[in-house]
């Protein structure tokens, strides 16, 4: 690979992502409060109540903007469209080390070095999504901003009492 593919697969990662981000997001956001409210995680009282008494996607839906507005439903967003690109690049760069170490120590068995590579890159990537997918369910359920939901997560992370990677 020369050094403008690799520039084209990143660009190419950061848009795809970023537009699945976007698309995909009010989807995210209102499973992620129904979840939320099913399970009692609500830490706001005042914000359970929103989402707490329906049971399907629709209502949901249509409570989180009648309440908060159209733009509720991209809470969150922000931590994801930041972190995509890094997360695609660490993904294809431990795709890549995993399955060229597998192809070298084992080159009659092409499927493990699939494996070996899908293992690799989701364990580097996982390490840098679990904080951001913290910050994204805080600010989808409590409904803080992103700096306070990255501060409440630091916060957490740094002090050692709710780790970022649970």
């Known amino acids: 690979m020369t050094y403008s593919e690799g520039w084209i697969d990143f660009i190419a990662?950061?848009?795809?992502?970023?537009?699945?981000?976007?698309?995909?997001?009010?989807i995210d956001t209102v499973l992620t409060r129904l979840?939320?409210?099913?399970s009692s995680l609500s830490r706001q009282a005042s914000m359970s109540s929103s989402?707490?008494?329906?049971?399907?996607?629709?209502?949901?839906?249509?409570?989180?903007?009648?309440?908060?507005?159209?733009?509720?439903?991209?809470?969150?967003s922000s931590a994801m469209i930041s972190a995509v690109p890094m997360q695609n690049a660490l993904l294809m760069s431990g795709y890549g080390i995993g399955k060229r170490w597998s192809e070298q120590n084992t080159?009659?068995?092409?499927?493990?070095?699939?494996?070996?590579?899908?293992?690799c890159g989701g364990v580097?990537?996982?390490?840098?999504?679990?904080?951001?997918?913290?910050i994204k369910v805080e600010?989808?359920?409590?409904?803080?901003?992103?700096?306070?939901?990255?501060?409440?997560?630091?916060?957490?992370?740094?002090?050692?009492?709710?780790?970022a990677w649970r």
Do not use: D, H
Request: proline share 4%; with cysteine.
């Open 35 to 38: 979840q939320a409210g099913a």
């Open 139 to 163: 600010q989808q359920v409590v409904g803080t901003s992103a700096l306070s939901a990255t501060r409440n997560v630091a916060k957490g992370f740094l002090c050692a009492q709710n780790g």
């Open 107 to 119: 080159p009659n068995k092409v499927y493990l070095g699939v494996f070996c590579g899908g293992c």
């Open 124 to 134: 580097l990537q996982s390490f840098l999504m679990s904080p951001v997918e913290l």
């Open 13 to 26: 990662g950061w848009f795809s992502g970023g537009a699945a981000v976007i698309a995909c997001q009010p």
């Open 51 to 76: 989402y707490s008494s329906y049971f399907s996607s629709r209502p949901a839906a249509k409570s989180l903007v009648s309440n908060f507005g159209v733009s509720s439903l991209w809470r969150g």
